[in-house]
């Protein structure tokens, strides 16, 4: 992996259950540098600080992307068609 974005605990729910997309403004951090179609992790950040790798895929931008403090609103960091949960779905 060329690097990872970290991710609120609501949206790293949502991603170890099921691919969805994930919009830049939900990414709180990111490392590495990544380009646009290179495979990044997606770690969860919980609410007591704790974190942890959830899902990968390709990314929809490159890193530098992610630290602008002016990106577009629209921008996406991983589309649906490109995450893919790390863990098999519980129950």
Request: proline share 8%; aromatic share 4%.
């Amino acid at each position: 992996m060329r690097g990872f974005i970290v991710v609120a605990a609501e949206t790293g729910k949502v991603l170890r259950r099921r691919p969805a997309v994930v919009p830049a403004a939900a990414v709180l951090d990111a490392s590495g540098d990544f380009r646009e179609g290179e495979r990044i992790g997606v770690v969860m950040r919980g609410v007591d600080g704790g974190q942890g790798v959830v899902a990968a895929g390709a990314a929809a931008c490159d890193a530098a992307s992610m630290h602008s403090h002016a990106r577009p609103p629209d921008l996406v960091a991983m589309h649906e068609r490109d995450v893919q949960p790390l863990w098999p779905p519980s129950g």
